[in-house]
């Protein structure tokens, strides 16, 4: 969940830290710190809020250093105030931490540290842990390297950790277990960086080592990096891998948000997941990661899809898709759940895990649960080399390229596409659809990156709708079938970034306990489109105007049924009902960032929420 940079070289480090820390805000925002040095700490600056408060309390002040540390917090231990807020520096003053993660027994640790005279001034478990490196140091009198992976096998807990010792400034140690972190290399190990991921140094260098779990790295300048596991002090060969993202990908573009750019990315965000394996000439969905373990798919009694949050939105479609076009049960579970409640999983069951980020702690937790008992694994997420990449015994990359507004857009339609192209490819070897309507899909499928670029030009007229019930205190979403989860979706994205209570339910649920709630100051959005079960949403929209709600309804171009009913409408292109959620999704998005920002709240950062949630 928070965001950690680090840099060891020839450079000043400052700026290098400063930029990276705006890079990777979107993983938390409590707060925010740096530490810089060069033999000595030249400054330790922590403050309670944003990057750009760092700035402010740093402008004038020594920043000079060829190493520094920052971080940008996500609270977990300890509420969001200076003193919590990273980097950690130990009792004799030595020794300086950034930490993602938590430390589960930190508070076992401190009690035994306090008995040897060590004092905190913080509430984190990160104070603890620098200080139990400290101790393992003076106790064992060895090097750093040493006492970091002496003091990792005393704790439990998920960490991505960088260390150094003030007095030897040509050294860092890295570790992690449960949160990512990614080492850039420079040329002929002149210089180092480090990250929670890999954008804060994109320009200065394409090569990058990830630690997996359970790895420490030490890194030294002029020597290459030397890798060890945590667990048992053995030698790892380091996978130095090529990036493959630019600059341009994690800057906004013009737009004023990252989210309102990646709202609009998602054509092509749609045409890259499915470039190379939707073949519309020849009627072919050719994917690898399928293809290579096909009979597991075809033999499967049930699939079960563990997710969480936007991602388990995505599943629940893909529950639809691949009930209606393969005829394979699917259960949908919330991976926080899976893993706690004992599930029932056997040998010859498929699992598929979805998470955007690839990190997320409850989703690996299920991936690791699942494999225990037997099942195959298959993972969709949308960072190369993330956790959930290596961990899944197969998958497909959304190659939605990189998401930094905090409420998921992008990946949730790209998502979406690959469980499309699993549910057609299923549904054709198994005989479930036909040659015709297997050509139908494909060629409507290829034509969506269109339709999206068609229905982002009634941005106005959704602006105009936004302006109208940006105060509202409530607001129930409602759709039916393939497009019941579209409405959670919608629900959760006006809660997540406008702070409006909102709620999704299937249309005809409404009449069984939320129809209390409408009266004329309720919006109600329904989602109307012509395919599907549009007789009965017309009933249920007729039920909310005759207790005067206020209807925005989602309706296929040309309708006028509804539009003769409903207080707003917005049109979304004819599309088949399976394939309707990658259009109808598009407006709700709209709907919610143009209120969030007439409420002046931070679109890309909305409070108390992280991108990447790699914490229980």
């Given amino acids: 969940m928070c965001g950690i940079v680090g840099y060891l070289g020839y450079r000043e480090a400052y700026p290098i830290v400063i930029n990276g820390l705006q890079r990777l805000e979107y ?18 600056y922590k403050t309670k809020g944003k990057v750009s408060d760092l700035q402010q309390i740093t402008e004038n002040k020594n920043t000079a250093g060829n190493l520094g540390l920052g971080h940008t917090r996500w609270a977990t231990h300890g509420v969001p105030n200076n003193e919590n807020s990273h980097p950690h520096v130990s ?26 005279g060590y004092t905190f001034s913080s509430d984190t478990d990160t104070e603890v842990l620098i200080n139990l490196i400290e101790e393992m140091k003076t106790k064992n009198n060895c090097k750093l390297g040493q006492a970091v992976q002496l003091a990792l096998n005393n704790v439990v807990g998920a960490y991505a950790i960088a260390v150094f010792d003030i007095t030897k400034p040509n050294e860092i ?28 140094f994109l320009e200065y260098t394409k ?92 033999n499967a009694k049930r699939i079960v899809i563990v997710a969480c949050g936007t991602s388990w939105h995505a599943g629940l479609v893909g529950e639809y898709l691949i009930e209606e076009l393969a005829r394979i049960p699917v259960e949908v579970e919330y ?16 699992v598929i895990a979805i998470s955007q980020s690839g990190e997320t702690a409850d989703t690996l937790a299920a991936i690791k649960l699942a494999k225990s008992k037997g099942a195959f694994v298959f993972g969709i ?6 956790s959930i990449a290596r961990e899944t015994d197969s998958g497909a990359y959304t190659h939605a390229g990189p998401e930094i507004g905090v409420a998921s ?90 702070y409006i209570h909102a709620e999704g339910y299937p ?26 079960h549009y007789e009965k949403v017309v009933s249920n929209i007729q039920e909310i105007k005759s207790r005067k709600g206020k209807i925005i309804a989602i309706v296929t171009k040309g309708d006028t049924q509804v539009r003769d009913i409903a207080d707003h409408v917005i049109e979304i292109p004819e599309i088949s009902e399976a394939l309707s959620p990658l259009l109808t999704t598009i407006p709700l998005q709209l709907l919610s960032y143009y209120i969030a920002v007439m409420r002046g709240c931070n679109v890309d950062q909305p409070r108390n929420l992280a991108k990447s949630v790699t914490v229980e």
Avoid: W
């Fill in 91 to 116: 009792n004799s003053g030595n020794l300086v931490i950034v930490h993602n993660g938590i430390i589960e027994n930190y508070n076992s640790i401190k009690k035994e540290l306090l008995t040897r």
């Fill in 335 to 350: 991976a926080s759940e899976f893993r706690y409640r004992n599930p029932i999983i056997n040998k010859g069951d498929i």
């Fill in 507 to 532: 249309a005809a649920e409404m009449k069984h306990g939320p129809i209390a709630l409408i009266d004329e100051s309720m919006p109600v959005v329904v989602i109307a489109t012509k395919k599907g």
């Fill in 409 to 498: 857009t992008k990946a949730f339609t790209t998502q979406i596409t690959v469980l499309t192209l699993i549910a057609l490819k299923l549904g054709s070897l198994k005989g479930e659809l036909s040659n015709s309507e297997l050509h139908n899909y494909i060629q409507e499928l290829s034509l969506i990156p269109s339709k999206v670029q068609e229905l982002l030009k009634v941005s106005e007229d959704i602006e105009k709708i936004a302006a109208i019930y940006k105060d509202a205190p409530n607001c129930l979403y409602l759709g039916r079938g393939f497009n019941f989860p579209v409405a959670l979706e919608g629900a959760l994205k006006l809660k997540e970034i406008s």
């Fill in 173 to 200: 140690i890295v570790a992690r277990l449960g949160s990512p972190i990614a080492i850039g290399i420079g040329e002929n190990n002149s210089e180092f960086f480090i990250a929670s991921d890999a954008s804060p």
């Fill in 27 to 44: 993983r938390g925002y409590d707060s925010a710190g740096i530490i810089l040095a060069n033999g000595s700490v030249s400054g330790l």
């Fill in 381 to 386: 997420c949308n960072v190369v080399g993330s």
């Fill in 207 to 298: 090569d990058a080592v990830y630690l997996d779990d359970e790895e420490m790295a030490i890194i030294k300048l002029g020597r290459e990096i030397r890798v060890r596991k945590i667990l048992n002090n053995d030698i790892v060969e380091p996978n130095v891998q090529e990036l493959k993202m630019n600059l341009e990908q994690i800057e906004k573009g013009g737009f004023d948000h990252f989210m309102l750019k990646e709202i609009h990315e998602q054509p092509s965000a749609i045409l890259d997941t499915y470039r190379g394996r939707l073949l519309p000439e020849t009627d072919v969905i050719k994917m690898g990661s399928v293809d290579n373990h096909i009979a597991k798919f075809l």
